[in-house]
T-cell receptor, first 112, second 114 residues
Framework: DAKTTQPPSMDCAEGRAANLPCNHS???????VYWYRQIHSQGPQYIIH???NNETNEMASLIITEDRKSSTLILPHATLRDTAVYYC?????????????FGTGTRLTIIP | DVKVTQSSRYLVKRTGEKVFLECVQD?????MFWYRQDPGLGLRLIYF???????EKGDIPEGYSVSREKKERFSLILESASTNQTSMYLC?????????????FGPGTRLTVL
């Protein structure tokens, strides 16, 4: 699986949009981009995933560049409960490739 | 509501003890996973299982074994606990969908080996 690079930490003001970047310059054509987050003392939680089109769900939006070498997770109106470590993961989809490889992620702090 | 439960949130054991960590999911998922999480190292996969009685080694299987006798239950076994196995252990499950599945995680077990 391709490696990802994320900033170690970020701050965002409450109520503003939080934009978390991820570089995955060696991503291959059959690899998906996944985002998970981990709130302190809890297990990781799935947020969103995509292949090449932008995606949106009730939690967040995922913007993937046209060359797929980077992506941005957007939390549109950050709240204090969004303070967590956010992990960007790329993974080949398909049977036998269920493993996720977590890096060290971005620690996002929402400031009141 | 989907649920992955782990038998203990906190566990303290002594060096050399045999330790069992239990994980149960109620979503009829085929896949189950055991990870450990350490500061600065992220989550690392220990073992996973595609189906009952099937298991595959992950990235760091040494010192661990697993058991999956029933679809909903996946056990992690430390045959002889050592201090370097002090860690947070996370269990997860997922469907076999091939594409776009998500993993559901339990709350974790913080194991301390003295």
């Amino acid at each position: 699986d391709a490696k990802t690079t994320q900033p170690p930490s970020m701050d965002c003001a409450e109520g503003r949009a939080a934009n978390l970047p991820c570089n995955h310059s060696t991503i291959s054509g059959n690899e998906y981009v996944y985002w998970y987050r981990q709130i302190h003392s809890q297990g990781p939680q799935y947020i969103i995933h995509g292949l090449k089109n932008n995606e949106t769900n009730e939690m967040a939006s995922l913007i993937i560049t046209e060359d797929r070498k980077s992506s941005t997770l957007i939390l549109p109106h950050a709240t204090l409960r969004d303070t967590a470590v956010y992990y960007c993961i790329v993974r080949v989809a398909g049977f036998g490739n269920e493993k996720l490889t977590f890096g060290t992620g971005t620690r996002l702090t929402i400031i009141p | 509501d989907v649920k992955v439960t782990q038998s203990s949130r906190y566990l303290v054991k002594r060096t050399g003890e045999k330790v069992f960590l239990e994980c149960v999911q109620d979503m009829d998922h085929e896949n189950m996973f055991w990870y450990r999480q350490d500061p600065g190292l992220g989550l690392r996969l220990i073992y996973f299982s595609y189906d009952v009685k099937m298991k595959e080694k992950g990235d760091i299987p040494e010192g661990y074994s697993v058991s999956r006798e029933k679809k909903e239950r996946f056990s992690l076994i430390l045959e002889s606990a050592s201090t370097n196995q002090t860690s947070m252990y996370l269990c997860a499950s997922s469907l076999i969908q091939g594409y776009g599945f998500e993993q559901f995680f339990g709350p974790g077990t913080r194991l301390t080996v003295l």
